[in-house]
């Protein structure tokens, strides 16, 4: 594993070379990143074709060709890399072509850059000093009828290291910007979308300010199908938006080496891009900005709906249990006064049982003194209150 992060080192070889020199560089995102594309580095010579140097990215695969010139060109070079020579590189993997940049390596800036540029069919351009003074890079950042953009570097004083530094930030800024791009027909597929969903939250919120406690479910219902279109409206774009916050991160970095000055009469390179640039990456920003929010605000409206049931329901809850406390407190008074006609109708069987006992002791001829039987009323009624107060004591202890 060490192994492999030390190789990351190492994955963007740097070019050195001299000019004049056309570099070109194609970006690529292929259907699949396997294969043999996964890490191979082609520096092959074929019938006089420069070498290319290929390298694999996390979602795109690009190409870089050094094509050195031995005069400085009179027109703009043809393009080196051909549709069938892309599919030679890339295998059949349908790529499809994100950014063609070719970069015009010549020597120092002339005085006047006008001339040349209408030499080379450029337009209204954008220019800067970069590199500290050591070079000039130009460019009207049009896409030409051979599907190419076209920069012109001139070498002011870069050595071949540097020069093949300042050639790489220049078409990586081509490229980043590109796939940064990515995101905005993402963005502007979900605008409609992102007004609707305002809409129905809207709706919603208002419903459960006002919707009655039967129409509860239904409510929650749609509210949950709503918040999972949502966040799958979020999912599909997530990754898309982050790689495009992270590329345009890039290209500011990459915008920041340039370290550029001023030309008299030219916009800068980098805020000639910047000003073009921001303005699709903050709409993808918002976009995802948006999405989020609206996750929230379902996931918060669910919340309050939820919340609103279970008061309901501990209202209803509460109401049951004061009915059933009423209910308890009128069956403990019923209980109490069964168990008072109870004594008194117990009691009254035993007296009876007792006086029907003396009665017929008195026709047997056994005497039996009234006072007797007065008596035992008191000790009768005490012998049935103890017994039952046993007996409910009893079924309390076993409950």
């Not at 993997?93 to 970069?103: D, E, F, M, Q, R």
């Not at 004061?322 to 308890?328: D, L």
Request: net charge neutral; glycine share 6%.
């Amino acid at each position: 594993m060490t192994s492999d992060f030390n190789a990351e080192l190492h994955a963007r070889p740097s070019i050195y070379f001299e000019g004049p020199a056309y570099v070109e560089h194609v970006a690529l995102v292929p259907v699949e990143m396997g294969g043999p594309i996964g890490s191979r580095l082609l520096s092959s010579d074929d019938g006089g074709t420069a070498p290319v140097q290929i390298e694999v990215h996390t979602e795109f695969v690009s190409a870089t060709r050094v094509s050195r010139l031995e005069l400085e060109p009179q027109s703009w070079p043809r393009p080196t890399f051909s549709s069938e020579e892309i599919t030679a590189l890339f295998g059949p993997c349908a790529p499809k072509l994100v950014s063609h940049v070719g970069i015009l390596v010549l020597g120092p800036a002339p005085a006047e850059l006008g001339p040349t540029l209408s030499q080379f069919g450029f337009g209204d351009s954008a220019a800067s000093a970069v590199a500290g003074g050591d070079a000039t890079v130009v460019s009207d950042f049009r896409v030409q009828a051979d599907g190419t953009s076209r920069i012109l570097l001139f070498n002011n004083g870069l050595n071949a290291y540097r020069l093949g530094r300042m050639v790489r930030r220049i078409y990586e800024i081509e490229i980043y910007r590109a796939m940064a791009l990515l995101g905005l027909p993402e963005a502007r597929r979900l605008a409609p979308s992102l007004g609707s969903y305002d809409s129905r939250l809207m709706e919603l919120s208002n419903r459960n300010q006002t919707t009655a406690q039967a129409e509860h479910r239904k409510l929650l219902e749609e509210i949950s199908a709503f918040s999972a279109e949502i966040i799958s409206a979020s999912a599909r774009t997530r990754n898309r938006f982050g790689a495009t916050a992270a590329y345009a991160r890039i290209v500011e970095e990459r915008i920041t080496e340039l370290r550029e000055t001023h030309l008299p009469g030219y916009q800068r390179f980098g805020i000639f891009v910047t000003r073009r640039f921001r303005p699709a990456v903050r709409t993808c920003e918002a976009t995802a900005l948006r999405l989020d929010q609206l996750s929230r605000a379902v996931m918060h409206l669910i919340d309050l709906l939820q919340t609103r049931i279970q008061v309901e329901i501990e209202f209803q809850n509460t109401v049951q249990i004061q009915a059933m406390a009423e209910r308890a407190a009128v069956q403990v008074k019923i209980q109490r006064a069964v168990e008072g006609f109870s004594i008194i109708a117990i009691t009254y069987y035993l007296l009876g049982l007792l006086k029907i006992t003396f009665e017929a002791a008195d026709h047997a001829g056994l005497h039996v003194d009234p006072l007797i039987m007065l008596g035992s009323v008191p000790i009768v009624i005490g012998a049935v209150v103890v017994c039952i107060a046993r007996v409910k004591h009893a079924l309390a202890a076993h409950s």
